[in-house]
């Protein structure tokens, strides 16, 4: 399972007038019924919509007053996300004659009032927001929206932002909806989120909803890609200095090459920008080549065995990641050993959507690699990375799986060659020149074009060259 939760708006988006009609409530139901998670985040302040809106247990979290205050259904409890308003504030303002609801942090008012609130604000010195949402004006403490209270709500559910399927449709879904794996304006939401949002559905506000609730329970969304892409990695530069992109999910990668090439490093360098954009990753080390990794937790040294146990319950938070060195494993264990480990972490996966990212780091050193493949064989060839000097030695549907090839070192083009042939292609065009050092090969291989000469970015400047700009390259994959 990719998407393990659901958030919603509740105004214009679930509730039609202030109310979630019979027949949404019953979808939410059956989503929930899937093992998914539901978060509801609102503007609303809490006690009216506990009266508007009877059936909010359904939530493992709410939202609410647009991300200044959390509530936790089962418990009943409430937490303040924000600051109270600033003394004198709501006084100064109602001596104005504007009207008001006063929250616990949130202070609401309607247009066109903002001029007031804007006036007040400034003349205060207060370092206070103002936020809009279709006549609506929200004041809220710096930095407070439906994104930061989100970040809040999923952390106490163990959940990944990378997991989650997000709907709304107003000004201030915004932030909601990017912060989202996937995003949703329903179809009668304001236009600027529809430009952005990856899915736009056919119906108005909880029919809509629907739609994404049917296809989450029927295949994932597995065939409702998302409008355009969002989240792709820069890996380089190609010839033209134009960025070479690979999408942050959805496709799996062979990287090879011969030894000392710099196979590892690459990989190192994917897997600390998949995690800059939220993904989590474990890495299967046969040689201990990433025991120095220090972004992720190291199991298992060159002396001891790692205990797959402890990996596992490591991996339930989302914002660790994790290094399984397997070297101390005896080599005629080690294929039984990595295929328990595979079957464990393919059971995360399909719980949590994570680990988003899986690694077999020279893959050639697990012998009959097919035990562990096998463990994947009812999901899709997405979301893993192998690495080995020796494709020739992969199992077919390993090299098959592989959307994005990447070679480095003299033998690049060789390499690039052999796995063309093991999927009985024809070898793809040479490029002008071997990659140099910094530079690699890469073959999108479903798009059966020539490899493009990459110039890898240095670690200083990965930082200043990542974006979610999707290139040309990208369509490839």
Partial sequence: MRYTALAVDYDGTIAHDGVVPPHVVDALKRLKATGRRLLLVTGRELPELKTVFPEVGLFDRVVAENGALLY??????????????????????????????????????????????????RDMGLERQVIFNKGAVMVLPAGVNKASGLAVALGELSLSSRNVVACGDGENDHALLESSEYSVAVANAIQSLKDHADRVTAEKRGDGVLEVIADLIENDLARAQPARPRRSVVVGQDAAGENVTVPAAGVSMLVTGGARSGKSTFVIRQLERLAACGYQYCVIDTRGEYLEFNPAVVFGTRQRPPEPAEVLTALQKPGVHAVVCVVAVELGKRPAFVADLMRRLVALREETGRPHWIVLDEAQDVPDGRDVRSQLADEPAENLIHVTSDPASLPLDVVAGAGVVVARGASAQEMLATVAARIDLAPPAEADRAPREGEALIWFRRARGAPLLVQLPRRDAMKTRESEAVGRVLRRA
């Fill in 72 to 121: 936790r259904p089962a418990s009943g409890e409430e937490e303040e996300l924000g600051d109270p308003p600033p003394p004198g504030f709501i006084e100064t303002l109602r001596g104005r004659g504007v009207p008001l609801s006063v929250g616990r942090s949130i202070v609401a008012t309607v247009t066109p009032h903002e001029t007031a609130v804007l006036e007040v604000i």
